[in-house]
């Protein structure tokens, strides 16, 4: 049964959806404006959005349990999303950890839609996922974990299973995150993505690439378009590779992709790993292609440390043909490089303005913040936002501010879980496994408040 409150200032309802009831059901039902209340533990069915809702008069769903109602999707994707004008709160969702594309935790190409405090985790393929046709969707203070962990081949070639994956999606955002564990990259930003804005969240990858901004190789997206990624603002993040010397940032395919004021690390660049047994770890992987004699990628402001040689390295195209690497594409100043194995004698970006120090943080790896005396404080350049010095500080963190992130979780390594064609069912991590995202958020979202979201790419 579905209990029914109807306020009285409104015309919105209110549907309370319990133990053994259909979330479905209730969707049947639903108008735009009303509100969708999950109260039981678990549920196991296929949410599918399919309604057409005003921008400002959405179907909210949300758990409101102290702990977050677990879905676990039933033959396919937990949420599918081509609707428009929903708000999707404090849920935990999960689905068939077998690698295939029909298990993707969300997937969708609808607009106006919010994913807010969600956990999803421990999928057979992404994560989250858009394509051609998603608009205004945003991953809120959420944790994408896990997710694609059986998605290798027979030659141990990793297939996909990416955290977030934002393919053709426009005007999208990802604030307040924590991504960690995903068996191929923490974001993947392709296809035609336009408009996009990610901020203040925590990417740790154990696989070879952190983000992937662009896609090399491939010479079309959503309406044929040969720009896959177009105005992406990456700011404010930290991004992190640990138990691999694999590359961070993965870039190709863009235009005016502006990467400031984040905080690049490699957690251990010792360890070996069966996917980069060479032990070569560095910055990026550009290929000449991907971006233009104008500038059209610009870092800056940033803090990249425990690198080693080379910051840079060409990516061949996926026909086997070497593509030529072509530093001048970018525009790279204002930086801070630093690595324990190789000592820098002179930037890796060749700008003068560029730092090589130790940044000395508060207390690496768990606070990025920071101390007193660091030769990043005062160090960037002004680019039109709020700084307590003389000018913007480099990474992530003001001076003053905590940074205090994750430690770096022991998970399962990518292609560990359920390979294509094996038998697998959905399950629940428990345990040490699961990470309790108000430390992450306090930290990283409300100390900057003050940012409002006219920050966001127009």
Avoid at 32 to 43: F, N, P, Q, R, V
Avoid at 287 to 316: K, M
Avoid at 444 to 451: F, G, K, Q, W, Y
């Amino acid at each position: 049964m579905l209990f029914v409150l109807v306020a009285s200032t409104a015309r919105a309802a209110t549907y309370t959806v319990g133990e053994g009831e259909s979330i479905g059901d209730a969707l049947a039902i639903a108008a735009c404006g009303d509100t969708i209340e999950l109260t039981a533990s678990s549920y196991v069915e296929d949410i599918n959005l399919w309604a057409k809702c005003p921008e400002d008069n959405r179907i909210h769903i949300i758990g409101v349990t102290d702990a977050r109602p677990l879905v676990t999707a039933k033959h396919g994707y937990a949420i599918s999303f081509n609707g428009s004008g929903f708000i999707v709160e404090h849920i935990e969702l999960t689905s068939d950890p077998q690698c295939g594309q029909d298990n993707r935790v969300i997937f969708g190409n609808g607009t106006h839609f919010d994913f807010i405090d969600l956990y999803v985790h421990d999928g057979g393929y992404d994560g989250i996922g858009t394509y051609c046709g998603a608009e205004d969707v945003r991953v809120i203070d959420s944790e994408i974990a896990r997710n694609g962990l059986g998605c290798i081949d027979s030659d141990g070639n990793l297939l996909n299973g990416d955290g977030i994956d934002l393919f053709g999606c426009l005007g999208c955002e990802v604030g307040g995150d924590y991504i960690h564990g995903n068996n191929f990259n923490a974001l993947s930003a392709k296809g035609g993505n336009a408009d996009t804005w990610v901020h203040d969240s925590v990417m740790y990858s154990t696989s070879q690439y952190a983000l992937e901004l662009g896609q090399e190789g491939q010479t079309s997206g959503c309406d044929d378009t040969e720009i896959l990624l177009d105005n992406m603002l990456f700011e404010r993040n930290v991004v992190g590779m640990y138990k691999i010397n694999g590359w961070p940032v993965r870039v190709g395919f863009v235009q005016d992709l502006t990467f400031r004021q984040n905080t690049v690390v490699v957690f251990d660049n010792t360890d070996p790993h069966p996917m980069n047994p060479d032990g070569v770890s560095g910055g990026f992987i550009i290929t000449e292609s991907g971006v233009g004699p104008e500038h059209t990628a610009v870092f800056q402001n940033n803090i990249f440390a425990n690198f080693g040689l080379p910051l840079y390295e060409p990516l061949a195209a996926r026909d086997g043909s070497e593509l030529a690497l072509d530093e001048l594409s970018l525009q790279m100043d204002h930086n801070l490089f630093y690595s324990v194995d190789e000592g820098f004698t002179d930037s890796p970006d060749g700008d003068s303005t560029s730092l090589v120090a130790d940044p000395l943080f508060i207390d690496f790896p768990t606070n990025l913040g920071l101390s007193k005396g660091s030769p990043a404080i005062d160090a960037g350049v002004d680019l039109g936002d709020d700084s307590d010095g003389a000018a913007p500080d480099l990474g992530a963190f003001e001076f003053g501010e905590d940074g205090i992130v994750p430690s770096p979780p022991e998970e399962a390594q990518p292609g560990s879980g359920v390979p294509p064609g094996a038998c697998g069912c959905a399950s629940s991590p428990t345990g040490s496994g699961r990470w309790k995202l108000g430390l992450i958020l306090a930290c990283l979202v409300v100390a900057r408040a003050r940012r409002a979201r006219e920050d966001r790419p127009s």
